[in-house]
């Protein structure tokens, strides 16, 4: 999953993307580098960020997904919101996915929403918001806490007619650095959830605080990472270095003996 942010605010600016030819030039690289799904994000929800109202977002993300559908048809494209209003529009205008930092958290119409949009619905871990989730961090054990409450969240997505749920630990998100490697140490744990896993590393401040570089100087650090995730049930990468992740994938499915990849 390739990371195309239609914001001007992201942690990360190698992944922000203003103007359609921006946004269309990243989702080729990334498409011809073997992304399977692009996420289209409206808005940082980096620690501490400042949030966008809802036309905002709506307004940067469907400029972006109207772009790529129209250039490449068939692309597989993911909304990241946490707001229903945005889910149903980006899938009006093309997506065909749901991936929601706050499973469901923030928006209480989010679950019933992509029932009834029949789209698979990508649920995260996080405590508050973007705004206050640093300092909502306090865990007896992180790991069953999260397992928890992502049990319970499959629970009321599948109670609410969303057939395909994807967890999300949500590395990062109410967690601080110690957290989340030992969440990851664990994350074969995840698997008795029987759900599809996501994990989203990459070049987060669990790599470049503890390595003492920046996002941009992360890139050694998520691959390691990621390989580290794959062998412990990883279904899916959300990744800012597309080809890097293929080569990955490809070469962990070769030591694996899956040749499909």
């Known amino acids: ?96 996915m749901v991936n929601d930092v706050s499973g469901g958290d923030l928006d209480s119409k989010m679950y019933a929403t992509v029932a009834s949009l029949k789209v698979p ?51 990062g998100f109410a967690k601080d650095i110690n957290q989340n490697f030992e969440m990851l140490r664990k994350l074969d744990l995840f698997r008795i959830t029987g759900a599809p896993l996501l994990v989203g590393i990459s070049r987060k401040s669990m790599i470049y605080k503890t390595l003492n570089i920046s996002p941009e100087e992360s890139l050694a650090g998520t691959v390691a990472l990621n390989m580290y995730a794959l062998e412990r049930g990883a279904f899916l990468l959300r990744v800012h270095d597309v080809k890097e992740a293929r080569q990955l994938v490809t070469l962990y499915c070769k030591l694996s003996g899956n040749a499909t990849g």
């Open 1 to 96: 999953m390739g990371i195309i942010n239609a914001t001007p605010d992201s942690f990360y600016a190698g992944s922000r993307f203003e103007g359609e030819d921006a946004i269309l030039e990243q989702a080729t690289s990334m498409l011809m580098n073997g992304a399977d799904i692009l996420d289209i994000g409206g808005q940082s929800t980096r620690p501490g960020s400042a949030q966008a109202d809802a036309q905002t977002e709506i307004r940067r993300v469907i400029k972006a997904i109207e772009a790529i559908r129209r250039r490449f048809p068939d692309a597989v494209i993911s909304i990241d919101t946490y707001r229903s209003e945005v889910a149903a529009a980006a899938v009006s205008a093309g997506a065909s």
């Open 121 to 171: 619905y990508i649920c995260m871990h996080m405590r508050g918001n973007p705004g206050n989730m640093a300092s909502l961090n306090r865990y007896e054990d992180v790991t069953a806490e999260v397992l928890e409450h992502l049990i319970s969240k499959i629970r009321s997505c599948k109670e609410a007619g969303i057939q395909d749920v994807i967890i999300d630990p949500g590395f």
